[in-house]
């Protein structure tokens, strides 16, 4: 079985609005997926969708002090004031960190990297075309306990013909 660990440059999303979203694998402990993350200089820290957060398993923390968030327009998040985080391990140009990213309604998007992600790895992007150089991945702190599905755990998984 082969998996694609990170993703390159070229695969790089662009909207309309010039937001650029950049392809990565995430790693947790139960899979391995393909994700966009939408690169956000103007957000103050790093997000994570609560429907994402359910999706993929992903393990959460309660804050001890919750945090208030306003929309990019000053209005309050709908979803009220954020009370748990993910800590997930970023992997870009070879910088291995661990970010907070909190669990926020952030409307269609399932990742934001905020400022602390574009300060710690000092990506090289490329505002004007919406290009990211090199590749990203991210993954939970519980990543390395995956074990690739096997032949004999497919076929255990089976329904025998007599039930």
């Not at 400022?115 to 919406?130: G, H, K, Q, S, T």
């Not at 939970?140 to 013909?161: G, H, I, V």
Request: hydrophobic fraction near 40%.
């Amino acid at each position: 079985m082969t998996l694609i660990w990170a993703i390159g440059t070229s695969s790089v999303y662009q909207l309309k609005n010039k937001a650029i979203y950049v392809p990565f694998m995430l790693r947790t402990s139960k899979r391995r997926v393909d994700q966009k993350v939408l690169l956000d200089s103007g957000a103050t820290e790093s997000f994570i969708n609560p429907r994402t957060i359910k999706s993929l398993g992903i393990k959460t923390r309660k804050l001890q002090i919750p945090c208030s968030i306003r929309n990019i327009d000053g209005t309050p998040n709908k979803a009220g004031k954020i009370v748990e985080a993910a800590n997930l391990i970023t992997y870009h140009r070879g910088i291995k960190t661990v970010h907070v990213f909190y669990i926020a309604d952030i409307g269609p998007d399932n990742f934001i990297l905020g400022y602390p992600f574009l300060e710690a790895n000092a990506p090289i992007v490329n505002w004007v075309d919406a290009k990211v150089e090199d590749s990203t991945m991210l993954s939970t702190l519980d990543a390395n306990k995956w074990q690739p599905p096997t032949k004999r755990t497919q076929r255990r998984k089976r329904t025998p013909l007599w039930v």
